[in-house]
T-cell receptor
């Protein structure tokens, strides 16, 4: 069964600094997708970034980028130039078209941004 | 505007009192699902539906029921709620089984006393 592990329950970063959130996963599949979702206090689930496993190039969305290491099954999120609005819970998630096509989530990392 | 709506957004109820959380999407999506979110556990899938009248259990289906009589609606039913069902619930939809883009509803905070 696929599992997603986020080993950092909480992280803190100063405004304008860079922070990296870690995520590892376990799968026997070769073609899948990985996601990072942001959940601010409003509780809305917001897609931050997506990575297709067949793509070697790391995905980037403005200040957000990932370090995708397929062999190591690692998928970390880097937030550059952190802003107060980045404070939220971040979830790593895995998706594969099999297994009822569900998203498998990690347990989340709460990011605090300080002045 | 493409969206998934859930009602109610907040609900406090007592043990054993049947309740329904509604979910509706306006994108003509085939695939819909329910998740619950608990601290330290992330989001876990409760039930999913691949189309009208086609539903199946997710990872944590005990104590829940669903139905899919119309394509747009996917209600979650708790026939006899218990305190361990206190949680944050999300409905989500996707165009189809092979679509990776998932749309989430705003969430329903349920408290069972």
């Amino acid at each position: 069964a696929q599992t997603v592990t986020q080993s950092q329950p909480e992280m803190s970063v100063q405004e304008a600094e860079t922070v990296t959130l870690s995520c590892t996963y376990d799968t026997s599949e070769s073609d899948y997708y990985l996601f990072w979702y942001k959940q601010p206090p409003s509780r809305q689930m917001i897609l931050v970034i997506r990575q297709e496993a067949y793509k070697q190039q790391n995905a980037t969305e403005n200040r957000f980028s990932v370090n995708f290491q397929k062999a190591a099954k690692s998928f970390s999120l880097k937030i550059s130039d952190s802003q107060l609005g980045d404070a939220a819970m971040y979830f790593c998630a895995y998706w594969y078209t099999g297994t009822a096509s569900k998203l498998t989530f990690g347990t989340g990392t709460r990011l605090q941004v300080t002045l | 505007e493409a969206q998934v709506t859930q009602n109610p957004r907040y609900l406090i109820t007592v043990t054993g009192k049947k309740l329904t959380v509604t979910c509706s999407q306006n994108m003509n999506h085939e695939y819909m699902s329910w998740y619950r979110q608990d601290p330290g556990l992330g989001l876990r899938q409760i039930y999913y539906s691949m189309n009208v009248e086609v539903t199946d259990k997710g990872d944590v289906p005990e104590g829940y029921k669903v139905s899919r009589k119309e394509k747009r609606n996917f209600p979650l039913i708790l026939e006899s709620p218990s305190p361990n069902q206190t949680s944050l619930y999300f409905c989500a939809s996707r165009e189809g089984l092979l679509s990776y883009e998932q749309y989430f509803g705003p969430g329903t905070r349920l408290t069972v006393t």
